[in-house]
């Protein structure tokens, strides 16, 4: 169920149905959770890279098509909950507040100002 609320400042009214003054130590906690998930696709993608590089280099043969793509694809997202990811860049180029709000499932919408990932998130899950 999705509940819809009017506010003059829509991103601080969703960081705190998220939590993020009631218990300081806990969304702290909530963004180095966020913050190493981030990490480790990353690293995921780097080494999937390098390990691809590699193999071409030491075989003529082909991998079987779309075994790159997918443990790119895979490799290459931060699941922030369940049924909801975000890519790495994605990741990288949006505030851990914001991660940390979405990842307890709470999104906003505004006509402007609202950062792209919690627009492409909010209109995915409103279309599920």
């Known amino acids: 169920m999705r509940h819809c609320m009017r506010a003059q ?3 601080r009214l969703a ?3 998220a939590g993020k003054w009631r218990d300081p130590e806990a969304w702290s906690e909530a963004v180095r959770e ?3 998930k981030t990490s480790a696709a990353a690293a995921a993608v780097k080494q999937q890279a390098k390990d691809s ?3 071409q280099k030491r075989s003529e043969d ?3 098509p779309g075994d790159a793509a997918a443990a790119a694809a895979g490799a290459s997202v931060v699941t922030l909950r369940t049924g909801l990811w975000v890519t790495v860049e994605e990741a990288s180029e949006t505030e851990d507040d914001m991660l940390v709000m979405l990842s307890k499932g709470i ?3 505004t006509a402007e100002g609202t950062e792209p ?3 492409r998130l909010y209109q995915q899950v409103g279309t599920v």
Request: glycine share 0%; hydrophobic share 45%; no cysteine.
């Open 9 to 11: 400042d829509s991103r």
């Open 15 to 17: 960081l705190e149905l």
């Open 34 to 36: 966020v913050r190493a």
């Open 53 to 55: 590089r590699r193999t």
């Open 62 to 64: 082909d991998p079987a």
């Open 107 to 109: 999104a906003y919408a």
């Open 117 to 119: 990932v919690v627009k």
